[in-house]
């Protein structure tokens, strides 16, 4: 995206709302390699997936049903309580996940499958995943935790970098730390001689991929997808357990909103700058698939 990368290189020092408190990044989720068999894996409903990957460097303990993960620096845990609460770890801080089965004979247990951490169920009918952050005071569970280097931001430039990434969960559009960043690029992006004529192209924010609306004409080098809605388009949000999951938008930002779905997946069609190259995408579980 280079078009509007010269226009919003000098936002990227401003990116530093947590670098008071922490040391330059050395690695980033991004830079992480994610095994292959997660693409098979991640369509099966026996696992109860969590939404992050795990950082390099991180201590795991696992004591009977409860995963208990010391972040290096600069990774912090960052989680979503039932009130819509957001809750930080420390910078290096602890996160844990407890398995427990809700439903059935047992089996709900936790295990590491590529570069994350799942429940496994097999007797269980219902394995739950509970999270929670811990430091000096506080030891909260949580509706759903993201694991981030806060500093992270970059744009896509290939197809390829898509696969197996996680994308950002619907919990945490509502972020400070994410909001003002959206704000920041919106603010940011070049003028458009058609603004209706538009796209969604993928960023890497905090780790995690977010597709932003942007006018086609301002962008020249990233991947792509048509829109939701339009009329040459085949993106689209799909329920298959549950009411519905409509597109939802904050501010550049949209995704599939699954609040009234059990599953809920987004697909589409995702081209190369040129549009000579075209694959599908399905996103699954959170977790970013490609196919020719």
């Given at each position: 995206?280079?078009?509007?990368?010269?226009?919003?290189?000098?936002?990227l020092i401003m990116f530093n709302l947590f670098s008071s408190c922490k040391?330059?990044?050395?690695?980033?989720?991004?830079?992480?390699?994610?095994?292959?068999?997660?693409?098979?894996?991640?369509?099966?409903?026996?696992?109860?997936?969590?939404?992050?990957?795990?950082?390099?460097?991180?201590?795991?303990?696992?004591?009977?049903?409860?995963?208990?993960?010391?972040?290096?620096?600069?990774?912090?845990?960052?989680?979503?309580?039932?009130?819509?609460?957001?809750?930080?770890?420390?910078?290096?801080?602890?996160?844990?996940?407890?398995?427990?089965?809700?439903?059935?004979?047992?089996?709900?247990s936790p295990g590491q499958v590529g570069g994350t951490y799942a429940c496994?169920?097999?007797?269980?009918k219902n394995c739950s995943k509970l999270n929670s952050i811990e430091d000096?005071?506080?030891?909260?569970?949580?509706?759903?935790?993201?694991?981030?280097?806060?500093?992270?931001?970059?744009?896509?430039?290939?197809?390829?970098?898509?696969?197996?990434?996680?994308?950002?969960?619907?919990?945490?559009?509502?972020?400070?730390?994410?909001?003002?960043?959206?704000?920041?690029?919106?603010?940011?992006?070049?003028?458009?001689?058609?603004?209706?004529?538009?796209?969604?192209?993928?960023?890497?924010?905090?780790?995690?991929?977010?597709?932003?609306?942007?006018?086609?004409?301002?962008?020249?080098?990233?991947?792509?997808?048509?829109?939701?809605?339009?009329?040459?388009?085949?993106?689209?949000?799909?329920?298959?357990?549950?009411?519905?999951?409509?597109?939802?938008?904050?501010?550049?930002?949209?995704?599939?909103?699954?609040?009234?779905?059990?599953?809920?997946?987004?697909?589409?069609?995702?081209?190369?700058?040129?549009?000579?190259?075209?694959?599908?995408?399905?996103?699954?579980?959170?977790?970013?698939?490609?196919?020719?």
């Amino acid at each position: 995206m280079k078009k509007i990368l010269l226009v919003y290189v000098f936002v990227l020092i401003m990116f530093n709302l947590f670098s008071s408190c922490k040391s330059s990044p050395s690695n980033s989720i991004l830079d992480r390699n994610t095994d292959k068999n997660i693409s098979s894996l991640s369509k099966l409903s026996t696992y109860n997936w969590s939404l992050f990957d795990i950082p390099s460097g991180a201590h795991t303990t696992i004591n009977g049903s409860t995963i208990q993960i010391v972040l290096p620096s600069p990774y912090m845990g960052i989680g979503v309580d039932s009130m819509g609460n957001y809750v930080y770890s420390k910078i290096g801080g602890t996160v844990s996940i407890t398995c427990e089965c809700k439903s059935g004979n047992g089996g709900c247990s936790p295990g590491q499958v590529g570069g994350t951490y799942a429940c496994v169920m097999k007797e269980c009918k219902n394995c739950s995943k509970l999270n929670s952050i811990e430091d000096a005071n506080l030891n909260t569970i949580l509706k759903e935790m993201i694991i981030v280097d806060t500093s992270e931001f970059s744009f896509i430039q290939s197809m390829e970098e898509l696969e197996g990434k996680l994308i950002l969960p619907q919990d945490f559009y509502n972020l400070p730390i994410v909001t003002s960043k959206l704000k920041e690029l919106e603010s940011h992006l070049l003028p458009s001689s058609n603004i209706t004529l538009r796209k969604l192209v993928p960023i890497s924010l905090l780790g995690y991929i977010v597709f932003i609306d942007i006018p086609a004409d301002i962008d020249n080098t990233s991947p792509f997808l048509h829109i939701f809605g339009d009329s040459n388009s085949n993106t689209i949000c799909n329920c298959d357990i549950g009411t519905d999951c409509p597109y939802k938008s904050k501010l550049v930002a949209k995704w599939c909103d699954a609040t009234n779905c059990k599953k809920c997946t987004m697909s589409g069609s995702i081209y190369s700058f040129d549009s000579k190259v075209v694959q599908s995408l399905s996103i699954i579980n959170g977790r970013i698939h490609l196919s020719n």
